[in-house]
């Protein structure tokens, strides 16, 4: 595995190439909050771990105003505290700035295989190459990466690992959107996190097993790919890292076992 930092319209990124020949492993994006700036390496090594087989670039990008930039849309919530829906200039980042520098950047496959077709005696048609981008996230960040799975239609999987699912108004908005076809979800809450003494934190345990209910029906169906509710011990702040690793590794190898 190989890390290291770039920078893309002033936002920076921590990478983990875990790839072996050509770079063609999915990208798995995850916004990284101030505190896992400085132990972001320890969740790609755990995902490594977890599915050594498998090839993936992990792409933390730091989140400078975490209230504002994983929020949807505007919602007042907790005294003190600002949500005001900055979700969308990260999402637009994200999908028209950092996905085309990224594949410019360390798309080596398709560099290849544009080569080839160059050099090629009988001139074919020029090979695409295709990745999957998933997009992974923890608390906020698990709210933020389940919106901007419904909202882009980009990504081929999600991971919302003890994910803000109580924001207002979000079930809402997920029962009124439609599953993308052949993607894969994931979800996991801690068996303690419904007990908060705030009601509308506490609702987090209903809000997602209700989520759990729509997408297991829609993988039954064959709408979505696959489909994974995990019950984790403890309450919001225990083993953050591991849970989103289980999350990222599952989305690389449904079959992993953690």
């Not at 929020?71 to 969308?88: M, N, T, Y």
């Not at 996230?137 to 799975?149: H, M, P, R």
Request: glycine share 6%.
């Amino acid at each position: 595995m190989v890390t290291y930092e770039l920078e893309i319209e002033g936002r920076e990124l921590y990478i983990a190439d875990c790839n072996n020949e050509l770079n063609s492993g999915p990208f798995v994006f995850w916004p990284l909050d101030p505190v896992e700036d400085e132990s972001w390496e320890n969740v790609a090594n755990l995902v490594h771990e977890m599915t050594p087989d498998k090839e993936f670039t992990l792409i933390g990008f730091k989140v400078n105003a975490w209230d504002y930039e994983m929020s949807p849309w505007p919602a007042e919530v907790f005294k003190g505290r600002k949500f005001e829906g900055g979700g969308e200039s990260v999402l637009e980042w994200l999908v028209n700035s950092c996905i085309p520098e990224l594949e410019k950047k360390l798309n080596v496959a398709y560099i290849l295989s544009e080569a080839w077709s160059m050099t090629e005696d009988n001139p074919k048609e020029q090979e695409e190459w295709y990745r999957d981008y998933y997009i992974a996230g923890y608390s906020l960040a698990g709210l933020f990466s389940l919106w901007t799975y419904f909202e882009s239609c980009v990504f081929s999987g999600v991971a919302s690992a003890s994910g803000s699912l109580w924001y207002p108004g979000f079930i809402e908005y997920a029962s009124k959107h439609e599953l993308i076809d052949d993607t894969k979800i994931y979800l996991s809450l801690g068996n303690k996190e419904e007990k908060s003494k705030n009601r509308l934190m506490a609702s987090v345990g209903d809000i997602t097993r209700q989520l759990s209910v729509l997408f297991n029906h829609a993988a039954k169906e064959g709408t979505l790919l696959d489909f994974k509710y995990e019950i984790e011990e403890g309450n919001h702040f225990n083993n953050p890292q591991l849970r989103l690793a289980k999350g990222i590794a599952w989305l690389l190898d449904s079959n992993v076992k953690f």
